[in-house]
């Protein structure tokens, strides 16, 4: 059985011209299931330098990495500490946003939307493990299984967040796209994801010691360069940069649709 569909040409520039550049293992990964390879092999693309892996998980390989959840993805993952962790994220949308209709894709545990709707904003939210939606549901968020590309908004959203997400989607151009289309003028986005122009990513990669290189559910390794360009293409300007406090060696962007 074959888990993995290789890229034909850059994710992200179309370029043809790419090789591997380092490996990861992922057999101790806490999500890793016998028959999927152990070997995580990672390209750089030579146009962009765009970091990816080689091949993606197709809807076989999906079943299985997702076939349970991690603890840490669970809704109400230590509800306290990431309520905390979320109003330092809200408040940074604050001064650009302070109301409307937050949505966040890939929700994960919870904790942004619950501590946005504090805040005063209508939220919706998305996410692919079924459980999670459900339970988010029957504490009232409207809430979404699907990709965005399956949903229809009713009205302009004013806030899309997408924490650590972007890198486990398959092509996010396709997903930036979308985000770009259903903001409202001046709307605002929160990105979060490694940064591998950071000094840590390069001290913990030196060690052998970069988490990320094994991460099974990742398919990009973005430089916060590559970020901002892509960005730009799809008339989003980031316009703060910080640092997540939610992974290692993330980077949390604010950025302006316009
Ligand atoms: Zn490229």
Known sequence: MNYRTNYKSCPLCESLSFYPIYKGDCSKHILYKKDLPPIMQWMECGECKHHFIEGYFNEEGIKKVFSNTHENQKIGYQIEQQRMVSSRIVNKVIPFKNSGIWLDIGFG?????????????????????????????????????????????????????MMDVLEHVPYPKTMLNIVSNIL???????????????????????????????????????????????????????????????????????????
């Open 109 to 161: 545990d919870g904790a942004l939307l619950f501590t946005a709707q504090e805040y005063g904003f209508k939220c919706i939210g998305t996410d692919l493990r079924e459980e999670n939606v459900k339970i988010m549901k029957n504490l009232g968020f409207e809430t979404y299984c699907e990709n965005i590309e399956n949903i229809n908004f009713n009205n302009k959203i004013s806030v899309v967040s």
């Open 184 to 258: 409202e003028e001046n709307g605002i986005i929160v990105i979060s994801m490694p940064n591998i122009e950071s000094i840590l990513w390069k001290i913990m990669s030196q060690n052998n010691k970069n988490p990320y290189l094994g991460e099974i559910e990742h398919y990009h390794n973005f430089s916060r360069t590559r970020l901002y360009k892509l960005l730009n293409d799809f008339s989003i300007e980031p316009i703060h940069y910080g640092i997540s406090e939610r992974y290692r060696a993330c980077m949390e962007i604010i950025a302006k649709k316009i």
